[in-house]
């Protein structure tokens, strides 16, 4: 999904006289303000389980300590990355919880594999 925002920038004399255009009337006056669009990448809507999930993979892919959810700067970067902070970071003892969970919800699958 993309998102565009408008920016906007002056047109100089010297941009009004490199464009080659039949009407001079389509230009804005010199005062006026010219639209450059700047398009952003957005994710889908996050909500506080998608949020979850991902603090869950970060942590356990990037083997790092449980009290990393508790680090200001962390929960400051997870807020500062939604457009408008409704989501929470979970606690390191949520995460834990969830931890030992996602592991035994692997463990059939690891002793699949060793049977092969």
Same mark, same amino acid.
């Given at each position: 999904?993309?998102?565009? $925002? *408008? $920016? *906007? ?11 080659? /255009?039949?009407?001079? %009337?389509?230009? #804005? +006056? @010199? +005062? %006026?303000?010219? !639209?450059? =669009? @700047?398009? /952003? =990448? &957005?994710? #889908? &809507?996050? /909500? @506080? %389980? ?7 993979? *970060?942590? $356990?892919?990037?083997?790092? #300590?449980?009290? &990393?959810?508790?680090?200001? +700067? ?7 990355? @939604?457009? !408008?902070? /409704? !989501?929470? $970071?979970?606690?390191?003892? &949520?995460?834990?919880v969830r931890t030992d969970e996602a592991h035994r919800n692997m463990l059939p699958q690891y002793a699949t594999m060793r049977e092969r």
């Amino acid at each position: 999904m993309h998102a565009c $925002v *408008y $920016v *906007y920038d002056l047109i100089t004399r010297e941009d009004r006289a490199t464009r080659n /255009t039949e009407n001079d %009337a389509d230009l #804005p +006056s @010199q +005062s %006026a303000s010219a !639209k450059k =669009v @700047q398009c /952003t =990448v &957005t994710s #889908p &809507t996050l /909500t @506080q %389980a998608r949020l979850d999930k991902l603090i869950l993979n *970060y942590i $356990v892919h990037g083997m790092r #300590p449980l009290s &990393t959810v508790e680090d200001k +700067s962390f929960i400051e970067l997870v807020e500062g990355l @939604q457009p !408008k902070p /409704t !989501k929470n $970071v979970m606690t390191r003892k &949520t995460l834990g919880v969830r931890t030992d969970e996602a592991h035994r919800n692997m463990l059939p699958q690891y002793a699949t594999m060793r049977e092969r």
